[in-house]
């Protein structure tokens, strides 16, 4: 905050220009929350995932209300995949798709409910934004089959999704999983590609210091964040051994576009298994030492500075405390 208390943005001046395609979602939150502050957040899409659209819009205008930025515009997007049937995932985010803690209804609701074409116009009007899409990648899918010259216009497309393993699978991360021929489309788009898969994401996680470093912020918005992943750590460890809180996926997708020298990457050629009874929603990650292996398509984020990483997350939750 300044002295004067006008909310103090990133002094970065070169901040990279971004929108959030998501489906608050408890981890989506955060994104929203790091995006606003390390980045220039050009607006918000939203998609069927975590819950359904309106859920999922209703929490992004809520966030929007906790960031305190009337000026952030939120559209909704598709309300269910483009093949795959709808599939939420309440047994993570609840109900509401962001249970755990006492929210407020919000000011306004979304802004439009086109998220395709605001995608499109905004990346026509303001050549070298990232689209960084956190929940199934519908929305993105559809923006590219739309505009074939949106791929050459962007700077490129940084995803949350994928692993060598899989959440809602074996083999499928739920953002893939949802809708993998949407994901499919994003992988082939041949443009500039970062993923940031369960691998690196189960390396950022909310333990009980992390969310007390939230807490200790003080204000308004750091108590109901801490509450939040409170509840989001608490789903995580009653479903799965050998952690210590839930893995925060999303806002790496956007922290490695802001913060890159805090994330090692490495080249792959990957794709997504669209079909098959125990494989569908797969990503195929190359990692052959074969000479004659297909060229990389993507930036595999591997590994991160995880306390770095989370102080940015203070850092940007305290600049709206
Ligand atoms: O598998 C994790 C991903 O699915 C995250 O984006 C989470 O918010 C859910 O959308
Ligand atoms: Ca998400």
């Given at each position: 905050?300044t002295g ?5 943005q990133d002094?970065?001046v070169?901040?990279?220009?971004m ?6 979602g408890h981890?989506?939150a955060?994104?929203?929350i790091?995006?606003?502050h390390h980045?220039?957040?050009l607006?918000?899409t939203t ?5 359904p ?10 966030v929007r ?5 009337p000026?952030?515009?939120?559209h909704?997007g ?9 599939r ?12 755990g803690?006492d929210l407020?209804e ?5 802004d439009?409910?086109d998220?395709v074409s605001?995608?499109?116009?905004t990346?026509r009007a303001?050549?070298?934004t990232?689209?960084?899409p956190?929940?199934?990648f ?16 962007l700077?490129g497309?940084?995803v949350?999704?994928g692993g060598t393993f899989g959440n809602r699978t074996?083999?499928a ?6 809708d993998?021929?949407a994901?499919d489309?994003v992988?082939g788009?041949?443009?500039?590609l ?5 691998d690196l994401?189960f390396q ?5 210091p992390?969310?007390e470093?939230?807490?200790?912020v ?6 109901v964040?801490?509450?939040?992943l409170?509840?989001?750590?608490g789903?995580?460890l009653g ?8 893995p925060?996926h999303?806002p790496c ?6 913060h890159p020298?805090l994330?090692?990457?490495?080249p ?6 669209t079909?098959?009874?125990h ?5 195929v990650?190359?990692?052959r030492?074969l000479?004659?292996?297909p060229p990389a398509n993507?930036?595999v984020?591997v590994s991160?500075?995880?306390?770095a990483v ?5 850092d940007?939750?305290?600049s709206?405390?």
């Amino acid at each position: 905050m300044t002295g004067d208390g006008d909310v103090c943005q990133d002094p970065d001046v070169n901040a990279i220009p971004m929108i959030l395609d998501c489906d608050p979602g408890h981890d989506d939150a955060i994104a929203i929350i790091a995006a606003a502050h390390h980045a220039e957040l050009l607006g918000i899409t939203t998609v069927a995932g975590n819950a359904p659209l309106e859920r999922t819009t209703f929490n992004a205008c809520v966030v929007r209300d906790l960031l305190g930025d009337p000026s952030l515009t939120v559209h909704s997007g598709a309300a269910r995949p483009l093949v795959a049937p709808p599939r939420p995932a309440a047994h993570i985010h609840g109900e509401s798709g962001l249970d755990g803690a006492d929210l407020p209804e919000p000011v306004r609701g979304a802004d439009g409910d086109d998220a395709v074409s605001f995608i499109i116009e905004t990346c026509r009007a303001r050549e070298g934004t990232w689209l960084v899409p956190i929940g199934p990648f519908t929305n993105v899918a559809m923006a590219l089959r739309a505009a074939p010259d949106l791929g050459r216009r962007l700077a490129g497309i940084s995803v949350m999704g994928g692993g060598t393993f899989g959440n809602r699978t074996a083999c499928a991360e739920f953002n893939i999983w949802a809708d993998p021929h949407a994901a499919d489309i994003v992988f082939g788009y041949g443009g500039p590609l970062v993923m940031a898969p369960l691998d690196l994401t189960f390396q950022l996680q909310a333990t009980a210091p992390r969310i007390e470093a939230v807490r200790d912020v003080g204000g308004v918005l750091a108590p109901v964040l801490a509450d939040l992943l409170t509840f989001f750590s608490g789903t995580y460890l009653g479903r799965n051994e050998g952690i210590d809180g839930a893995p925060v996926h999303d806002p790496c997708a956007v922290l490695a576009l802001t913060h890159p020298h805090l994330f090692e990457r490495a080249p792959r050629h990957v794709v997504v298994e669209t079909y098959g009874e125990h494989t569908a929603g797969m990503t195929v990650i190359d990692r052959r030492r074969l000479r004659e292996r297909p060229p990389a398509n993507t930036d595999v984020l591997v590994s991160l500075d995880a306390d770095a990483v989370w102080q940015l997350i203070v850092d940007a939750i305290a600049s709206r405390a």
